[in-house]
């Protein structure tokens, strides 16, 4: 016998298990059962697939066996097994990083964590919550010799040579004080109807089965063995034979998930190709949404074999918070990762498989638009990220997108602002640039606001570089309000006179400010502001270059905006009035920046600013 020790993440992980995740214990069976299962699944495959495996007899079940005297369970299958390598690397140490992230995102409220052990499938070990020693008898298939792994989820682990029958593994249990609430076959059953009901393959469970005799009037127990689940691919059924519960049901025993799916779309696709897709929408985005390792949701079958699970070929990335099953006739069984990128079926269904998510969601936003609204709330930025990775899908997209305006209170869309432009009116208009409250407070939207334009207000971080991009919704332009070119919307408010009689306060502020600023111009976007920047239309915002810089983009020049004066305003009125005061000067920096700062720019003089703002205080007191 060999005595080995955990890797030090599996020593913190135990201890978080069994010190903090008390609040559903009961999952240690459907990770045992979805072990078997997938270990199942393997061997499966490979006697399709591997010549080697073929003429191995594959009887596939699990088997879960009671023993209420000793506060046993045991979890038997018939699956591909592991040898003593295997049983080292897998129940000794975590390989995946997905785990350790998991280690780093508990939060300590056991709610939230133990639905955390189910997105990052950390499986196994959560069996040490329900038992104070865990034996794994284990043989893999096309070997002769079984090992036994023993565990008290403490001191490390034990493994040693044994034997066992038949390729597989069997798990066995000895409960611990909570674990004795398991000690029970109707709990079981309830349990494995619960989470692992449509596991494909058959689940027994053997237990003493108490029924009444009626000539001896008395109980009498027999060991009985049934089977529990259903064992079905339910997605394979017709519509009309599944339940709103048995999608529910399938939902929480493929995801974890503890709460019921938002939405969901089933398909059966019969033609040049032929499959099954059902997916479905969490209500809560999953927890590694925006993580660049985040883990894709989408299982891959063949002709009902499970073959993939981990791999993001199944749907873009923007689509990566979809859980579900795709299932398909045509594909073969040995179809490998490298395979997926470039085969033409999964192409094609990944193809139907976007159109056919992003049309259901459009028919939900129209027929259930309170559930969209809720969809919205946690998927609208996934979906802008979308806009600039799949140009096929945009128009949909721009469709299903919410936005928030300066019209309406909450969110609308593009099609309702449609609907409200006014007579005559040539474009859509948006400010991008930072928080929601610098944004409906800039002056840039004074004009918009006198003239009762719609404004949308996009404030994600990354809404500059998506929209960008965009030119246009259907037929109409999309515009953003702080580029320097104004649109026919505008024109008529200041006129060519205006500006003409602006001339000499404009040189002066070219001359005062220099290479500060790359043009100054009369404006025609203000109204109760004296001043505003803006940027050339293929240029990145003032925002956007602050931030490229703050991100260590060094070669990124100083911004260098465009400075524009509002013709009407007292201010700049009496400047050009008094062109030759030395106070021009002061004012003509100071009308630089607070503009700068009414755009959430940082100065690159404070001191300067302040002095000169001191002067003019001076001048006025
Ligand atoms: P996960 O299932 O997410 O990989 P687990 O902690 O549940 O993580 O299991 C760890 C690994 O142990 C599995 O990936 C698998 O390789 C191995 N394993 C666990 N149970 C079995 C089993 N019943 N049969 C074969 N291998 C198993
Ligand atoms: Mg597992």
């Known amino acids: 016998m060999?005595?080995?020790?955990?890797?030090?993440?599996?020593?913190?992980?135990?201890?978080?298990?069994?010190?903090?995740?008390?609040?559903?214990?009961?999952?240690?069976?459907?990770?045992?059962?979805?072990?078997?299962?997938?270990?199942?699944?393997?061997?499966?495959?490979?006697?399709?697939?591997?010549?080697?495996?073929?003429?191995?007899?594959?009887?596939?079940?699990?088997?879960?066996?009671?023993?209420d005297e000793t506060k046993t369970l045991t979890i038997a299958d018939t699956g591909i097994g592991m040898n003593e390598e295997d049983l080292v690397s897998h129940l000794g140490t975590i390989a995946r990083s997905g785990t350790k992230n998991f280690l780093s995102q508990l939060s300590g409220d056991a709610r939230r964590d133990s639905n955390l052990i189910g997105q990052f499938g950390v499986g196994f070990y959560s069996a040490f919550m329900v038992a104070d020693r865990i034996e794994v008898l284990s043989r893999k298939a096309g070997e002769e010799q079984a090992w036994r792994w023993v565990s008290d989820g403490q001191t490390g682990f034990d493994i040693e040579p044994a034997e066992r029958a038949a390729a597989g593994t069997t798990v066995l249990l000895h409960f611990n004080e909570e674990g004795k609430h398991y000690a029970n076959s109707w709990r079981l059953q309830e349990i494995v109807k619960k989470y692992s009901n449509h596991i494909a393959f058959p689940i027994f469970l053997t237990y003493e089965k108490s029924d009444w005799n009626v000539e001896?009037?008395?109980?009498?127990?027999?060991?009985?063995?049934?089977?529990?689940?259903?064992?079905?691919?339910?997605?394979?059924?017709?519509?009309?034979?599944?339940?709103?519960?048995?999608?529910?049901?399938?939902?929480?025993?493929?995801?974890?998930?503890?709460?019921?799916?938002?939405?969901?779309f089933h398909t059966k696709a019969e033609g040049s190709l032929e499959y099954t897709t059902l997916f479905y929408v969490p209500s809560k985005a999953p927890l590694d949404l925006y993580q660049a390792e985040y883990k894709a949701g989408v299982k891959l079958y063949v002709k009902r074999v499970f073959i993939l699970d981990d791999t993001r070929e199944l749907l873009p990335q923007y689509l990566r918070f979809i859980r579900g099953i795709i299932d398909s006739e045509d594909l073969p069984l040995n179809v490998s990762r490298e395979i997926l990128q470039q085969n033409r079926?999964?192409?094609?269904?990944?193809?139907?498989?976007?159109?056919?998510?992003?049309?259901?969601?459009?028919?939900?936003?129209?027929?259930?638009?309170e559930q969209y609204l809720k969809f919205i709330a946690e998927y609208n930025r996934p979906l802008k990220e979308g806009l600039y990775s799949d140009f096929a899908n945009r128009e949909t997209l721009l469709e299903l997108i919410r936005f928030k305006s300066t019209t309406v209170v909450g969110l609308t869309s593009l099609a309702d602002v449609k609907s409200r432009m006014k007579e005559g009116q040539k474009s859509i208009y948006y400010i991008t640039g930072g928080a929601e409250s610098l944004l409906r407070t800039s002056p840039l939207l004074e004009i918009y606001r006198k003239k009762d334009l719609e404004v949308l207000v996009l404030d994600d971080d990354f809404d500059e570089i998506?929209?960008?991009?965009?030119?246009?919704?259907?037929?109409?332009?999309?515009?953003?309000?702080?580029?320097?070119?104004?649109?026919?919307?505008?024109?008529?408010?200041?006129?060519?006179?205006?500006?003409?009689?602006?001339?000499?306060?404009?040189?002066?502020?070219?001359?005062?400010?220099?290479?500060?600023?790359?043009?100054?111009?009369?404006?025609?976007?203000?109204?109760?502001?004296?001043?505003?920047?803006?940027?050339?239309?293929?240029?990145?915002?003032i925002q956007m270059q602050q931030m490229l810089r703050a991100m260590g983009q060094k070669e990124i020049p100083a911004p260098k905006p465009t400075l524009e004066i509002n013709p009407d305003h007292e201010i700049v009125k009496k400047l050009l009035a008094r062109i030759d005061d030395a106070v021009v000067e002061d004012a003509s920096w100071l009308l630089l920046d607070q503009a700068l700062l009414m755009e959430g720019v940082q100065l690159q003089d404070p001191v300067a600013f302040v002095q000169r703002l001191n002067r003019i205080l001076n001048l006025s007191i």
């Open 2 to 67: 060999s005595k080995r020790e955990f890797q030090t993440e599996v020593n913190q992980l135990l201890q978080l298990i069994v010190h903090s995740l008390y609040s559903h214990p009961e999952i240690f069976l459907r990770e045992l059962i979805s072990n078997s299962s997938d270990a199942l699944d393997k061997l499966r495959h490979l006697t399709l697939v591997d010549e080697a495996y073929k003429p191995l007899s594959f009887n596939p079940r699990i088997d879960l066996e009671l023993d």
């Open 216 to 264: 001896e009037k008395r109980s009498i127990n027999t060991r009985t063995t049934e089977q529990v689940n259903l064992a079905s691919a339910l997605w394979r059924r017709p519509k009309s034979e599944i339940t709103e519960e048995g999608y529910k049901e399938l939902y929480k025993s493929i995801t974890g998930d503890s709460e019921d799916p938002l939405f969901w």
């Open 345 to 369: 079926v999964l192409t094609s269904i990944r193809m139907s498989s976007v159109k056919k998510i992003l049309s259901e969601l459009k028919n939900i936003s129209a027929s259930l638009p």
């Open 466 to 541: 998506v929209f960008s991009g965009i030119d246009k919704y259907g037929d109409i332009d999309l515009k953003a309000v702080n580029k320097s070119s104004t649109s026919e919307d505008l024109k008529g408010e200041a006129g060519p006179d205006k500006a003409e009689g602006m001339k000499p306060l404009i040189d002066k502020l070219k001359a005062t400010l220099g290479d500060r600023v790359k043009d100054v111009r009369v404006s025609v976007r203000l109204a109760d502001s004296p001043s505003c920047i803006v940027s050339d239309e293929e240029e990145p915002s």
